[in-house]
């Protein structure tokens, strides 16, 4: 499937699906990453082509756009006090939202992805944070799933 096809499904879908993850709380991100891991996994899951960490932020963010268009924003690469750099940074009527997102490389990769995003969490002054992850293994366990590090409510998708 070519790239710019499978841009357009994404966006197609944030686009289509955007009341839902709109409460009288704000904006529902749990609902965000969990649909964002089913649409993700329908257009893009059988896909063998040279996928980069660059390409998992854009389909992301082409799906997050049209449900945040005209209320919220999100910042990309944002820079901590201590000149580290976030993945994504959303901000939605006074919600904030910290985002990182991985290519699977390991056990050992991923903890360091799990840290970072801990420490991320802990300069914006959160206790929830959410983990994307792309992993292209044929065994992966597809999904999302819910866990406290560090005293920080992690929702991790595993695309």
């Known amino acids: 499937m070519a790239e710019e096809s499978v841009k357009s ?3 197609f879908y944030g686009q289509g699906t955007r009341n839902q993850f ?3 709380h704000g904006l529902d991100m749990d609902l965000v990453i969990r649909k964002f891991a089913e649409h993700f996994t329908e257009v ?11 390409y998992g932020r854009k389909f992301f963010l ?9 209320i919220g924003n999100f910042y990309v690469e944002a820079q901590t006090r201590d000149a580290k750099r976030t993945d994504v940074i959303v901000d939605y009527l006074g919600q904030q939202f910290i985002i990182e997102l991985k290519i699977w490389h390991g056990k050992e990769y991923n903890e360091r992805g799990e840290q970072q995003l801990a420490s991320y969490l802990d300069a914006y002054h959160q206790e ?12 992966k366990e597809v999904g999302v799933k819910e866990y406290l590090l560090h005293g920080k409510r992690i929702v991790e998708a595993t695309v």
């Open 9 to 11: 499904e994404i966006y």
């Open 22 to 24: 709109v409460t009288n």
């Open 44 to 54: 893009y899951g059988q896909n063998d082509e040279k996928f980069v960490e660059a």
């Open 62 to 70: 082409l799906y997050l756009k049209p449900i945040i268009n005209g």
């Open 128 to 139: 929830q944070g959410y983990l994307i992850r792309f992993n292209f293994n044929k065994k």
